[in-house]
């Protein structure tokens, strides 16, 4: 997932207006510039409705990280879709029900465990560019139909994405 994350931040809103080489320059086609804006306006939307301890999310703030978490989260999951196809399902852990998909996405939150307190979270909020790491598993996989199948759950009806 990192990887993928780090991946897309070439294609977030700074990462675009940079081409291959580094240049700053404007690369994308117009329609395809369109679209990156109305994509990034519903992450930038869908985050703002967001609290945590109280304090709403800052989507324009966050939003470079937020296209990067929303697509590592996909690219990964790709991935090991395409490491199964080749290897097989693993075997299930002794002791849980969860299926292989299940357990992705439980890996995938577990990377983000983490306590605050509410003091602490209100300053990263204030300074940091991260959505906090709660919000970081619970808005991508909102928006990822594919944890939806895996865990029986009723897909929104409006989603975000912009890769």
Same mark, same amino acid.
């Given at each position: 997932?990192?990887?993928?994350?780090?991946?897309?931040?070439?294609? &977030?809103?700074?990462?675009?207006?940079?081409?291959?080489?580094?240049?700053?320059?404007?690369?994308?086609?117009?329609?395809?510039?369109?679209?990156?804006? $109305?994509?990034?306006?519903?992450?930038?939307?869908?985050?703002?409705?967001?609290?945590?301890?109280?304090? $709403?999310?800052? %989507?324009? $703030?966050?939003?470079?990280? #937020?296209?990067?978490? #929303?697509?590592?989260?996909?690219?990964?999951?790709?991935?090991?879709?395409?490491?199964?196809?080749?290897? %097989? &399902?693993? &075997?299930?852990?002794? %002791?849980?029900?969860?299926?292989?998909?299940?357990?992705?996405?439980?890996?995938?939150?577990?990377?983000?465990?983490?306590?605050?307190?509410?003091?602490?979270?209100?300053?990263?909020? &204030? $300074?940091?560019?991260?959505?906090?790491?709660?919000?970081?598993?619970?808005?991508?996989?909102?928006?990822?139909?594919?944890? #939806?199948?895996?865990?029986?759950?009723?897909?929104?009806?409006?989603?975000?994405?912009?890769?």
């Amino acid at each position: 997932m990192v990887v993928g994350h780090e991946i897309t931040h070439g294609f &977030d809103k700074t990462g675009s207006e940079f081409d291959e080489k580094g240049n700053l320059r404007q690369w994308w086609t117009r329609k395809s510039h369109a679209n990156f804006v $109305k994509r990034s306006t519903c992450l930038i939307e869908e985050y703002d409705k967001v609290k945590i301890f109280g304090y $709403k999310v800052n %989507g324009s $703030k966050t939003l470079s990280e #937020n296209i990067a978490d #929303n697509g590592g989260l996909k690219y990964a999951f790709r991935a090991y879709q395409n490491w199964r196809k080749i290897n %097989g &399902d693993e &075997d299930k852990l002794p %002791g849980l029900s969860f299926n292989n998909d299940q357990l992705f996405f439980v890996g995938f939150a577990q990377l983000w465990c983490s306590k605050y307190t509410k003091e602490f979270a209100k300053t990263l909020m &204030d $300074k940091d560019v991260h959505s906090l790491n709660p919000v970081r598993v619970r808005v991508p996989v909102s928006n990822f139909p594919e944890f #939806n199948k895996a865990f029986g759950c009723t897909p929104r009806k409006n989603t975000c994405s912009v890769w």
